[in-house]
């Protein structure tokens, strides 16, 4: 039987990891989510690093260029062993995972299950047994009609991912975030293109989050001081991007 697990919060002292494919990597642009966390708990010393990467999967295939090998000639698991590279620089207290939309062209639930679990058992390896974890779940391929394909084969798909991953959260003692389920009130699109979220989009997302989490909501979060919080925290991931994944790694 699973543990009740306690009420999510960020204590005094969080190093809080964003990690997954685009979901997460273009959170740093927007910065939604990171301004909600920020404000919940204003008095309290929280580090916040995201080490996204687009089209990434739990096994990191998309960080082999990370690597100071020739392009091209990196081992089969290079990316895997950069990511926990990067893992083991954060040393987070709190891992938000967002994979699934990626994995989910793959097409193949057991090995991303194979692939998640790998992942879990590696954070709490390298960053503590006692590392909270918050698994999203990928985002409902959205129906924008005109030129955009169907969605309707793809969420069949990505249903089986989310499933899969809130088996993953039960069983690791994680929280879990649904994001695909069917809204209940109509909104508009959340993404430019029926995956990728905008702007208004990742605001949406990360009042959801927070909903689900039941993180609270600080009071002056529409003001301009609270917009240009966001603008600073912007800043500041673009700083540790340039950090973390230089363009040239000469």
């Not at 089209?55 to 392009?71: E, V």
């Not at 790998?118 to 918050?134: N, Y």
């Not at 929280?175 to 389920?181: I, K, Q, T």
Request: hydrophobic share 40%; glycine share 6%.
């Amino acid at each position: 039987q699973a543990r009740q697990l306690p009420p999510f919060q960020l204590k005094d002292g969080d190093r809080v990891a964003f990690l997954g494919d685009t979901l997460i990597e273009r959170m740093q642009e927007f910065n939604h989510l990171e301004l909600r966390l920020t404000t919940a708990w204003p008095k309290r010393n929280i580090i916040f690093r995201n080490i996204g990467w687009s089209g990434d999967t739990p096994r990191g295939i998309s960080r082999a260029g990370l690597s100071l090998l020739q392009a091209g000639r990196e081992p089969a698991d290079e990316g895997w062993k950069q990511l926990q590279k990067q893992i083991e620089m954060v040393k987070p207290t709190v891992v938000f995972l967002g994979y699934g939309m990626a994995s989910s062209f793959e097409w193949s639930p057991p090995k991303f299950l194979e692939e998640m679990q790998a992942l879990i058992e590696v954070i709490r390896k390298t960053a503590g047994k006692e590392t909270r974890i918050v698994i999203l779940s990928p985002l409902r391929h959205e129906k924008l009609g005109g030129a955009f394909p169907n969605p309707t084969k793809h969420n069949i798909e990505l249903l089986a991912y989310s499933e899969t991953l809130r088996t993953v959260a039960k069983e690791n003692g994680a929280h879990f975030v649904d994001l695909f389920a069917e809204p209940k009130a109509k909104h508009p699109p959340l993404t430019q293109n029926g995956i990728h979220a905008h702007d208004d989009g990742y605001r949406h997302i990360a009042a959801d989050i927070c909903r689900q989490l039941k993180v609270p909501t600080h009071p002056r979060l529409a003001t301009p001081q609270a917009n240009a919080l966001r603008e600073i925290i912007r800043r500041k991931n673009k700083l540790f991007f340039d950090r973390s994944r230089p363009q040239n790694m000469a």
